[in-house]
């Protein structure tokens, strides 16, 4: 596999339910970052890990719970979540220079019922 | 205050055209960085051009171009001789201080190009 990747691609919860999203990049980058895609409203940052350490918290409700065990892999714990938190959730990753773009992953199209 | 202004939620274009899509930005930064993405139907975030604060010239790659002035704090994508690939949603970020900092995006462009 090349790039970021994300599993799964699409997954359908309750509200009581607990599930996980993973990411993986496979480019040798420092950085990754979590992003959030729903309707109408701009992508907004989550979290930001920086050699395995998180430097970014956005106010993120504590239903969402990161965890990077390694430069490479990148998870988003999920519990009690609501339906408007619905979106499309996005992976990125790009090495520490202010001029390196950050890479996405596909995205995981998560619906809460 | 929005940090990125993107006027434009809709555009129609004929295929062969060039065109310009709207970024404005606000930061008190000395050093950021201004990048154009494009987002197809498809959902993944494809990285187009950036343009460093400190850079002199105007970024190209390809039929990329864009228009930055700093002065008016706008970084306007232009693309030349448009393709009907080219429809898609497209959106300016903006990253401020080091280079490990998450973008902040504005609301996107939804481009069409007709035939």
């Known amino acids: 596999e090349t790039g970021v990747t994300q599993t799964p691609r699409h997954l359908v919860m309750g509200m009581t339910n607990k599930k996980s999203l993973k990411c993986e990049q496979h480019?040798?980058?420092?950085?990754m970052y979590w992003y959030k895609q729903s309707a109408k409203k701009p992508l907004e940052l989550m979290f930001v890990?920086?050699?395995?350490?998180?430097?970014e918290n956005n106010s993120v409700p504590s239903r969402f719970s990161p965890e990077c065990p390694n430069s490479s892999h990148l998870f988003l714990h999920l519990h009690t979540l609501q339906p408007e938190d619905s979106a499309l959730y996005l992976c990125?990753?790009?090495?520490?220079?202010?001029?390196?773009?950050?890479?996405f992953g596909p995205g995981t199209r998560l619906t809460v019922l | 205050a929005q940090k990125i202004t993107q006027t434009q939620p809709g555009m129609f274009v004929q295929e062969k055209e060039a065109v310009t899509l709207d970024c404005t930005y606000d930061?008190?930064?000395?050093?950021?960085?201004l990048f154009w993405y494009k987002q197809p139907s498809s959902g993944e975030m494809i990285f187009l051009i950036y343009?460093?604060?400190?850079?002199?010239q105007n970024a190209t790659e390809g039929r990329y171009s864009l228009n930055f002035q700093k002065a008016r704090k706008s970084a306007n994508l232009v693309i030349s001789a448009s393709q009907l690939g080219d429809s898609a949603m497209y959106f300016c970020?903006?990253?401020?201080?080091?280079?490990?900092?998450?973008?902040?995006f504005g609301k996107g462009t939804h481009l069409i190009i007709q035939p």
């Open positions: 990125a990753s790009s090495q520490t220079r202010v001029d390196n773009e950050q890479f």
């Open positions: 480019l040798g980058h420092n950085a």
């Open positions: 890990y920086n050699f395995k350490e998180q430097t």
């Open positions: 930061t008190s930064d000395q050093s950021y960085g």
């Open positions: 343009q460093g604060s400190y850079d002199e």
């Open positions: 970020a903006m990253r401020e201080g080091g280079g490990a900092d998450g973008l902040t």
